[in-house]
């Protein structure tokens, strides 16, 4: 018999927060820099040295909590979780763990057919990096690896740890919630989310179970997806195997596996451990902390327009529809350039401008909105030359790819080349006048009912023009010659 199963998937994803130093020590937290350079007897473990609490990183993980909509605990402690492992340099990691810094929130997501679903979010906490093993040999993968070498650099970099609850049914909707939780993050400034550079990593839990079942079945733990793409399919192939498994009569046993994405396939790596594993115990050297009203309000006051609410006001304050508003509210950069460009003139003009021309163009470059050779106050006056009628929307598109060439604003380009609308009627009456004088046969048409000749009539004007003739200008003078 046939057993129709469902997937459940929960997202436990590490975040590097925006600090400029590292969570105990004053060491930087730059990217890039060489292996082994940004580090000190702190983040090294050294004996006789103690941590000390940067404040940002308290103030960005509570920022975190707000946004996510969590309750903050009134005291919160960090611990040791005891691992040994070569990018671990003193053998265990600062983290927290049974007095999380929060608990109990949410995000929603809105599925493609419109349709809300509230996923819960366990617990955020703080914990701190570890560094990275880099292995000499083909692929550069542990399993081919004649050496590793380790850099801890990162270690001590402050991270946050999201812990979603497995509300999650489908590979799309772990891709919508990481989608949506990237949003947030960066809106917020608490982290840049670059996955290239580590800076947002996701592990997921998935499982299957008989549809209608309550119980959750054996999960496996999914690591090594370096995309918000890999998540999701590495979560269709992991639920995939763990059904096939079961329908032959198999059993899925609980463990880590790795996502190998050039074969798009699941490997197991190691059992998976459990939190007696790790030995928790509370970390010594730190104190606990106490997070009074004052501390979370100071932080709450921090919390910029979350991207969500900023949606719903571009579609109400600017009048643009759903999509353009998700369009113009991916990131918050592209959202502030929209705004900047945007005052003062047509909002919905701005937004056809910079979603179609100019992020068409940065796409093709592969560049970012803060990359863009055209600033928002020149797409500004670009969309106000072409809406008081000094440029028409054809040489606006002309103007608009020399500022983009060139750096230029669209008054510079006009004047260099020459491209002012001509709306001044003595003079498009010359030109009129000389079009019907020269086009006999299309005039006496028009003049015995054939209206669509008309449209022929002031594409030659626009021809000996050069585009630049007012077009409506353009129309009331014909029909004020060929109308008497």
Request: glycine share 8%; aromatic share 6%.
């Amino acid at each position: 018999m046939s057993i129709d199963y469902e997937i459940v998937v929960g997202l436990e994803v590490h975040v590097e927060l925006a600090t400029r130093s590292k969570i105990f020590c004053g060491c930087s937290t730059q990217f890039g820099a060489e292996p082994n350079t940004q580090v000190c007897p702190v983040c090294l473990g050294l004996p006789g040295t103690l941590p000390v609490l940067n404040r940002e990183v308290l103030n960005l993980a509570i920022r975190a909590a707000l946004a996510l909509n969590c309750e903050l605990a009134e005291h919160t402690k960090f611990d040791r979780k005891n691992y040994f492992y070569l990018d671990s340099p003193k053998a265990y990691q600062i983290s927290q763990f049974d007095m999380p810094l929060a608990k109990n929130g949410y995000l929603d997501i809105t599925s493609p057919n419109g349709a809300v679903r509230r996923i819960g979010i366990t617990r955020v906490h703080m914990e701190e990096d570890a560094g990275k093993l880099l292995h000499a040999g083909q692929g550069g993968q542990i399993g081919n690896a004649t050496s590793s070498l380790a850099d801890y650099n990162r270690t001590g970099v402050p991270l946050i740890e999201i812990v979603s609850e497995p509300d999650l049914r489908t590979p799309e909707e772990a891709y919508l919630y990481l989608t949506g939780l990237k949003e947030i993050l960066e809106f917020s400034k608490i982290s840049d989310c670059n996955m290239e550079e580590g800076s947002l990593r996701c592990d997921a839990n998935i499982s299957v179970r008989p549809l209608g079942q309550a119980a959750l079945g054996t999960k496996a733990e999914l690591k090594n997806m370096n995309s918000f793409k890999n998540v999701r399919a590495g979560v269709e192939y992991e639920a995939k195997r763990q059904i096939r498994l079961l329908n032959e009569g198999g059993r899925v046993v609980q463990e880590t596996r790795a996502w190998d994405a050039e074969k798009g396939v699941t490997r197991s790596m190691r059992s998976k451990e459990e939190a007696h594993d790790y030995r928790y115990f509370p970390e010594p050297d730190l104190p606990m902390i106490l997070l009074t009203a004052d501390m979370v309000e100071t932080v709450r006051e921090t919390l910029p327009e979350l991207p969500q609410a900023k949606r719903v006001r571009f579609q109400t304050q600017y009048g643009l529809n759903e999509y353009d508003a998700g369009v113009l509210t991916a990131t918050s950069e592209l959202a502030e350039y929209f705004e900047a460009a945007a005052m003062g003139t047509n909002p919905k003009a701005v937004c056809n401008w910079l979603t179609v021309e100019l992020l068409g163009r940065l796409n093709v470059e592969g560049k970012t909105i803060a990359e863009s050779p055209v600033k928002p106050g020149q797409l500004n006056a670009l969309v106000k030359l072409i809406e008081s009628g000094e440029l028409s929307g054809k040489l606006g598109k002309q103007v608009f790819a020399e500022m983009a060439e060139k750096g230029e604003a669209p008054q510079v380009v006009v004047k260099r080349l020459g491209l002012a609308q001509i709306s001044d009627v003595d003079s498009l009456k010359k030109i009129v006048m000389d079009v019907l004088a020269a086009n006999p046969g299309p005039v006496a048409e028009y003049r015995g009912g054939k209206a669509a000749t008309l449209g022929f009539l002031v594409g030659q004007i626009m021809k000996v023009s050069r585009g630049q003739a007012n077009p409506q200008k353009v129309n009331q003078l014909l029909r004020e010659e060929l109308e008497p």
